[in-house]
Each structure stands twice: as structure tokens, then as C-alpha cells.
């Protein structure tokens, strides 16, 4: 008691309890290999630190994605198998109405905390599969490889796709972030210029979209399809369109507006995206 009181105020003994958490999390993750060198654990923790703070903001947007997953599995003729892409804190996946629907539920992501494992395991048939969807991390933590774009071009994601019980399969608010850390990484590395790592992080995109496709059974992809910051004085800047990059089924069946960071979580204005929902 002596030690602690002296030393620590309140402010200090929650921040080093929020630090001896985090710690604890990024150690009892589920990582696929490559993923947390290239920072995918520290981004599930950061993530689920958010929502903790603004998930008043994300609510709405989490509601509209498990609403559009639950219709299309309900549209689905045959119910064997769903899978479920980039499911990581499940935050926005419909578990319960996806095990009552399906036979088998495969929950996919790169990372898995340890508190979202423990928590499908009340559902029988969900299962937790820890896989880098890109196929890529392991390569891309290598950026002093001479033949590096040689070998990722030569990259094809196959998971699942000689599965044939899979009826339903969703890209779940993924797609956006696949090439983020790799494309950071390979940036830091001072390797390569910008905009080849900008050509990459393009198809790392598209490449996930034709996987998504290969698939036979019925498919649903929601994904950020414009992101922007929002200036205090409402100017819209630094505005990204991924819709001409991913060439999806146009128009999509549904759009919404997420407010990602709202004010005060930057240091000037506000994260906005327009989501979309497809499904084919
Ligand atoms: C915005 S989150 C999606 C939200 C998530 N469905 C949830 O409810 O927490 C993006 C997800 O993509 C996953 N991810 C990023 N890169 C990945 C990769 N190469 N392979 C598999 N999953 C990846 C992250 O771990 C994260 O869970």
C-alpha cells in the first residue's frame, strides 16, 4: 500500500493498469504470421481502445453492417457454411443469427484478441481461423528482398475457395485496411518510392476482391467506399474514392455515413467514410 500510494495517483495507477492490460492482450493474441511485426495486434487493441471511447459514434454503422449481413444470409438457398472475412472483434458480424443459421461459421481475420475467442466459444458451431488474407505479411516484413513486387504480384489468396459446403461469404469493413501497415512498413523501409507502393496497396485491394469473387456461393462485401476528413468549417479534404480501384457490382444495395473519429479524436476536424453494401 506504502509504495503504491506514495507513487501513484489515480491518473497513474489507471494508466499503468490500462498499459499492464494492453500489454497482457498483445501477448495473448492470436496472430497469423507476419501480422503482429507488422502491427496488426497493437492496431485489434487500438480498435477496440476506440470503440471504448466513441462507440456511441460507431454504433449506428456497426448496426447497419450486421442488419445487411443478416438479410443476404437469410437470402442464402443452402445454409452449410458462412465465412465471414476480417471478422476480428466481431463488433459488426451478426454470430448469433449466423449460428442459428448456418450449420458452420468460419470467423476469419488476422488477429483474434483473446476476449473475442473466449467469447465464440459459446457458439458451438463458430469457429476462430487465424489467417493473413493477403497471403502477403510474410513477404512484405521483408521489404529488403531484391524480388519483393516480383513475388507479391505472384501472390493468389485461395483460403476456402476449394471448400464446396461454403453458401455465404462476406468481406466485412476489410478491404480499406489490407494495405495500410504493409504500404507503412514498406514506406519506412526507404526502399521503394511512393507511389509503386501506392500501385501495390491497389492490388492488394483489388486482388481481394477477385478472391471474394472465386468464390461460388452467394457473396456480400462491406467495405469503405470514400473517406474523407472533415474540416471544422465543414470542408471535405484528403478524399479517397476506393470505388473505381474494386470495380464492384454497381449500385450497391445500401450506403451509410460512419463517423470513424469524430471531433476531438484528431487534432483538427473529423474521419468520415461512406460505407457501401453489395451483394451478388
Ligand atoms: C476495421 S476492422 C473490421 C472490423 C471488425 N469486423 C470488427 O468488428 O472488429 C479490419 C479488420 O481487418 C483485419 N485485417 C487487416 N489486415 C488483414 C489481413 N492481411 N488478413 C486478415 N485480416 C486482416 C484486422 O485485423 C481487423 O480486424
Same mark, same amino acid.
Given at each position: $500500500? ?5 507513487? +501513484? ?16 492482450? =498483445? ?30 459514434? =460507431?454504433?449506428?454503422? %456497426? ?38 443459421? &448456418? #450449420? /458452420?461459421?468460419? +470467423?476469419? #481475420? !488476422?488477429? &483474434? ?5 473466449? =467469447? ?12 493473413? +488474407?493477403?497471403?502477403? %505479411? ?24 476449394? #471448400?464446396?459446403?461454403? #453458401? &455465404? ?8 485496411? %489490407? ?22 496497396? %491497389?492490388?492488394? $485491394?483489388?486482388?481481394?476482391? /477477385?478472391?471474394?469473387? !472465386? ?40 450506403? =451509410? ?9 484528431? /487534432?483538427?476536424?473529423? +474521419?468520415?467514410? /461512406? ?6
Amino acid at each position: $500500500m506504502g509504495v503504491w500510494s506514495s507513487t +501513484l495517483d489515480g491518473h497513474s495507477i489507471f494508466t499503468t493498469k490500462k498499459l499492464l492490460r494492453e500489454c497482457i492482450e =498483445w501477448l495473448s493474441a492470436d496472430a497469423a504470421p507476419g501480422a503482429r511485426q507488422a502491427g496488426l495486434v497493437t492496431a485489434a487493441i487500438a480498435i477496440s481502445a476506440r470503440y471504448r471511447r466513441v462507440g456511441r459514434y =460507431w454504433d449506428p454503422h %456497426l448496426e447497419c453492417t450486421r442488419a445487411f449481413l443478416a438479410k443476404e444470409a437469410a437470402a442464402c438457398a443452402q445454409r452449410r457454411t458462412a465465412v465471414m472475412l476480417g471478422a476480428g472483434a466481431c463488433l459488426d458480424v451478426p454470430i448469433k443469427t449466423l449460428a442459428a443459421t &448456418f #450449420d /458452420r461459421v468460419i +470467423l476469419v #481475420d !488476422a488477429v &483474434f484478441l483473446r476476449r473475442t475467442r473466449r =467469447w465464440v466459444r459459446q457458439f458451438p458451431n463458430v469457429e476462430c481461423l487465424t489467417y493473413d +488474407l493477403t497471403e502477403s %505479411l510474410g513477404l512484405l516484413n521483408k521489404p529488403e528482398q531484391p524480388d519483393l513486387f516480383a513475388q507479391l504480384a505472384a501472390v493468389r489468396p485461395m483460403l476456402l475457395l476449394d #471448400d464446396a459446403q461454403v #453458401d &455465404f461469404v462476406a468481406s466485412v469493413n476489410l478491404v480499406s485496411q %489490407l494495405p495500410l501497415l504493409p504500404m507503412r512498413r514498406l514506406l519506412a523501409s526507404g526502399r521503394y518510392a511512393p507511389p509503386a507502393v501506392n500501385q501495390l496497396g %491497389l492490388q492488394l $485491394m483489388a486482388r481481394h476482391v /477477385r478472391y471474394l469473387n !472465386a468464390f461460388t456461393g452467394r457473396k456480400a462485401i462491406v467495405f469503405d467506399a470514400e473517406m474523407w476528413r472533415l474540416s471544422p468549417e465543414g470542408e471535405r479534404q484528403e478524399v479517397v474514392d476506393l470505388r473505381p480501384v474494386l470495380q464492384l457490382p454497381h449500385p450497391p444495395e445500401q450506403h =451509410w455515413f460512419w463517423e470513424v473519429a469524430p471531433a476531438g479524436e484528431l /487534432r483538427r476536424g473529423k +474521419l468520415m467514410h /461512406r460505407v457501401e453494401a453489395v451483394a451478388w
